[in-house]
């Protein structure tokens, strides 16, 4: 083993330990490792069940991906509709945050075809009380399996905490059924069994928007206050710094916050009391509080705290912590409160307000099991001998700890010797390449905020000076520690002869294909017309340019650089003291986007721009889109705010957003673009609907107007086609409406926190909008016209459902990725989007055409605009 990596090992290993002891909150994205009843941990007296068909059926057999006894567990007759008695039952002896479950049926080898097609979940903290799971939509009833052998995952939001699980098979008529199921989670380290606190409540914006700030997931009784139970407080997500923003897609404002406000409080505190599962050593507590102080949200002035170690009484001395209030920076943040190492099995305490709403989205504890009773003996007396009470168990939280840094020193021992190898591999089979292959020039280019490195296929694969300093990432690529549950995402199979060689130069370079929007792709140079069969989608060597809010601006071929170069757009510079900011529409690495009014814009627009809401002769204000550079970007990032000034400066078409005008005079560096009156197009469709009644207040919206707005969204892509221009993120959320359906392509939708849920974070470097990619810029890192055109067949799809849930939804992101393999494949598995209610055959097809495996089979935008903007004869 070389001795620098050994170095490392020294230093990161205690590096991981500490880190591993210092996070309190669990982390469902990593809490997903299997619990045992695949692998056995879980024993088969802990696994239970209502009935069974026979010894053979029992439900120890019942475990997924097993095949002992007749292949799982089956209860002794049929299942009926709305019978639901019969379940099977996991013990799992402690308390456990559980995000993820996976069932089965029973194949036995081609003997069985029992399988549950529908299930619900009922589980308990104590044997005793049962609850029935939810969704955040209120929805329980599961999707289970459609045949006995393949395994179904299913993401539990919210995650339940829980010691005992029931399965409960739920069919729509009568079936016989069977069952292998596993659970996947992590030991619940807090020991916090229920907290009690008054009922969130509502509140009024100025504009009239309602924020709920209920708890809307708590899993115990539910009233004028919330007892017995857990909720959102504990489900592992915490709040965003703006409470009317949320993680979850399609809920209400206020979502991840329960809030209360102070006129509605006794004394002027909220008292929440936590119950826990024995008695414990408690060292710190931890608040995740909003502090939007402009709109009269304050972290707590005060917090005191109360001890319980039994059911007696609450001890009278309080722990305080009085806090320093910050006026200045809104940004939510964990508060930590010490609790000075007392011993208790329950624990009250009263925060007070510091202003008119206190919001908490997490409370977490750090505690160490205690061995023995809190209560001291006077010290005129023998302390009497400790007795050991076999009711407590001792927390083995340092136990984890030293396990979980032993298989940290493991898996980096055994991730250094697999890259070695790995490298050698593929060296060698670079090596024996053929050069006709190699002749194929690929150049990667790949830009992120903190790294920068650039391979070039057509040279020498040992040249020092282009070698991968970065880890190699996988086909699928996930966060470092996560576990993978199963073996649903399974390895990509061989590749076909021209595609082989891609593949296997880009794993070699680390996988640095895979680039998020704003770096530049797989490409090659481009002549200026295309000769006869070629195919359409030019693939150009793209300028790197990453827009100010980590998002892309428009992936522009050298070529095309070289032809706007020549001449240069003059573009006004505004006063700055004319912009009104309304309200910040979202933020990246090196700027920020807001929504701005601004009066006297008709002075610094074009003749043939026509401004929404700016007609001749006009003073009324107009609402635009002002990016700003952050004052301490460093100089790339000024470099490519100017060229994406001068390129934006040049893009001229009724369907592209414009550049209005700049505020380049001083910092920070601002560029004035279109905002139409409506919004985004999700946002929009998801306020309309079809059909309603006559009565209805809801505004509709025909499929001649969805056609309508389809078609200026092909318009604008096919200009920029036509200047091999490569957006790389097109969606409903980055096309924004203004009056009469008018549709303008935009490009900063990712820099929004509303639609975070929309892009795949890999490796915690960048972000990917996986849903509307193709199988190629997933896999391959391959942008070209053609990818955009796949991502328009996803935003057609939008359109025609109103935008009323996110592509795929039914499938996890590594799920979504395991199906590009599919599409890759090319063997007739993948899974397409289904045709939405509005949409005819006529349209669909165009989709299906959108999504075709080759990119040469696939419509151009030319054909796509031409198609849908032909009078429509499925009306």
Excluded at 135 to 144: A, I, P, S, Y
């Amino acid at each position: 083993m070389p001795a620098l990596p050994m170095c490392l090992l020294v230093l990161l290993v205690p590096l991981l330990c500490v880190l591993q002891a210092a996070r309190a909150q669990v982390n469902p994205a990593v809490c997903r490792y299997p619990l045992g009843m695949s692998g056995g941990h879980i024993p088969d007296e802990d696994i239970s069940a209502s009935s069974q068909w026979s010894e053979s059926t029992a439900a120890k057999y019942g475990r997924l991906d097993s095949e002992d006894g007749d292949g799982a567990w089956c209860p002794e007759i049929p299942v009926e509709p709305d019978d639901l008695k019969e379940f099977l039952q996991i013990d799992l002896r402690a308390l456990h945050f559980i995000t993820l479950v996976g069932t089965q049926g029973r194949h036995a080898g081609g003997h069985g075809n029992e399988f549950a097609p529908m299930y619900k979940i009922n589980y308990s903290r104590d044997g005793t009380r049962w609850i029935s799971w939810r969704n955040r939509h209120g929805k329980q009833v599961l999707d289970g399996n459609t045949n006995p052998y393949d395994i179904v995952l299913k993401d539990l939001e919210p995650p339940l905490i829980a010691r005992f699980v029931r399965f409960i098979p739920v069919t729509d008529h009568s079936m016989n059924v069977c069952l292998r199921v596993e659970l996947y989670g992590c030991v619940w380290l807090d020991g916090l069994v229920s907290y009690n606190a008054p009922a969130g409540q509502q509140l009024v914006l100025p504009g009239g928007t309602v924020i709920y700030l209920n708890d809307s997931v708590y899993d115990g009784a539910f009233g004028y206050s919330m007892t017995e139970g857990l909720g959102q407080l504990t489900d592992g997500v915490s709040g965003l710094d703006d409470f009317t923003q949320t993680h979850e897609y399609h809920v209400w404002p206020g979502y991840d916050y329960v809030g209360w406000r102070n006129e509605s409080t006794a004394g002027g505190y909220v008292e929440i009391t936590f119950e826990f599962d024995r008695i414990r050593n408690f060292t710190t507590m931890k608040v995740h509080c909003n502090n939007m102080f402009a709109k009269g949200v304050k972290i707590f002035k005060e917090v005191q705290c109360y001890f319980r170690s039994d059911a007696g009484e609450w001890e009278p001395n309080a722990v305080s912590s009085v806090l320093v209030l910050d006026d200045v920076n809104p940004s939510a943040r964990f508060v930590t409160v010490p609790l000075l190492h007392r011993m208790a099995s329950a624990i009250k305490c009263q925060y007070y307000f510091a202003d008119t709403w206190m919001m908490f989205s997490e409370i977490t504890f750090q505690s160490d099991a205690a061995m023995y009773n809190n209560s001291v003996a006077p010290p005129e007396m023998p302390m009497a001998p400790t007795t050991y009470d076999p009711t407590l168990k001792v927390d083995d939280s340092n136990t984890r700890i030293l396990i979980g840094c032993l298989v940290a020193i493991i898996f980096i021992l055994l991730a250094i010797i697999v890259i070695i190898l790995w490298r050698q591999f593929w060296q060698k089979m670079l090596e024996k390449a053929s050069r006709r292959m190699l002749d194929d020039e690929m150049t990667v280019s790949l830009s992120l905020p903190s790294e920068s490195s650039m391979f070039n296929h057509n040279r020498s694969s040992s040249s020092s000076e282009h070698e991968s300093n970065s880890t190699y990432d996988r086909i699928f690529p996930l966060g470092p520690d996560y576990q993978e549950p199963s073996r649903l995402i399974r390895k990509l199979p061989e590749f076909t002869p021209g595609e082989e060689d891609t593949a296997l130069k880009d794993t070699a370079a680390g996988l640095a294909p895979l680039s998020p929007p704003g770096c530049s792709g797989l490409v090659k140079p481009s002549p200026a017309a295309v000769p006869e069969g070629v195919p359409h989608y030019a693939e150009a060597d793209i300028v790197n340019l990453q827009g100010v809010t980590g998002g892309n601006t428009y992936s522009v071929p050298a070529l095309t650089m070289d032809l706007l170069s020549g001449k240069d757009v003059a573009v006004e510079e505004f006063p700055r003291k004319l912009l009104t900011f309304k309200e910040k529409l979202g933020e990246g690495q090196f700027g920020e986007v807001h929504l701005c009014e601004v009066e006297g814009m008709e002075k610094f627009t074009d003749k043939d721009l026509a401004l929404q809401g700016l007609e001749a002769g006009s003073n009324r204000p107009v609402l635009v889109a002002v990016k700003m550079l952050r004052a301490d970007a460093n100089k790339n990032a000024r470099n490519d705010f100017l060229k994406e000034i001068k390129i934006m400066a040049r893009l001229k078409d009724p369907n592209i957003i414009r550049l209005l005008a700049v505020c380049i005079a001083d910092d920070p560096l601002c560029m004035i673009t279109e905002y139409m009156e409506n919004g985004d197009l999700n946002q929009f469709l998801a306020r309309h609907e079809a059909h309603s009644p006559p009565d209805a207040q809801t505004p509709t919206v025909s499929y001649r107007d969805l056609r309508f707005m389809a078609s200026q969204i092909a318009s604008g892509m096919k200009y920029l086609s036509s200047l091999n221009f490569v957006h790389r993120d097109l969606a409903t959320r980055n096309c924004l409406v203004g009056k009469r359906y008018t549709i303008k392509i935009a490009d900063f939708g990712m820099s929004r926190n509303l639609y975070s849920g929309d892009y795949y974070r890999i490796q915690g470097r960048a972000v990917l909008p996986i849903r509307w990619m193709s199988w190629e810029s997933i896999l391959l890192g391959k942008f070209t016209t053609a990818s955009d055109v796949w991502a328009f067949g996803v935003t057609l799809w939008e359109t025609f459902t109103l935008c009323r849930e996110q592509p795929y939804s039914q499938l996890s992101d590594e799920q979504v990725i395991e199906n590009t393999g599919e599409f890759f494949r090319d063997q007739g598995r993948q899974t397409y989007l289904p045709q939405p209610a509005l949409c005819p055959d006529s349209v669909y097809k165009l989709m299906l055409s959108c999504w075709r495996r080759d990119t040469k089979d696939r419509p151009s935008f030319q054909d796509i605009h031409r198609l849908l903007h032909e009078p429509a004869g499925d009306e």
